[in-house]
Structures are given as C-alpha cells and as structure tokens.
C-alpha cells in the first residue's frame, strides 16, 4: 500500500513477548506483550526491532516474532 509520510508501520505480536530496554537479550525487560499486541514500528537493527506499544511504551523485541498488520 501506500506509506504517508510520518506514519508508523503496524505490527501484531505472535506471541508473549519481552519489550526490553535494548537490542539484546541480556537486556532490561521493560514490558511483556500479549500474544496479538498491535504496535508500531520505529525502526529495525540486525534481528531486533525498535517498537511503540499502543501505550506509549517503547523497546526492543525480536523481529521474528511480529507480524506486519493488515487493516
């Protein structure tokens, strides 16, 4: 589809996840999302991505376990 300037891609999780404070796993956890979380996408690194929570919490989780959200 088309991206509009300034809009944040979103996202769903697969599973229960860890939101931590940076992308590693010896990190802070920071939050736990639900399985089916919606979430934007801020940006990626390696296999990590840089989220926002619907509640404005933001962190790293691994890329493989979101999935891109079809409106």
Avoid: M, Q
Avoid at 22 to 42: D, Y
Avoid at 54 to 65: F, M, N, Q, Y
């Amino acid at each position: 589809g088309v991206r509009e300037f300034g809009v944040k891609e979103k996202y769903y999780t697969l599973e229960r996840l860890r939101v931590r404070s940076c992308p590693r796993t010896n990190c802070k956890v920071v939050a736990i999302l639900e399985k089916g979380e919606v979430l934007s996408l801020l940006s990626r690194k390696g296999e990590w991505s840089f989220i926002e929570t619907l509640d404005g919490v933001r962190g790293w989780v691994v890329s493989k376990h979101l999935r891109e959200y079809s409106y």
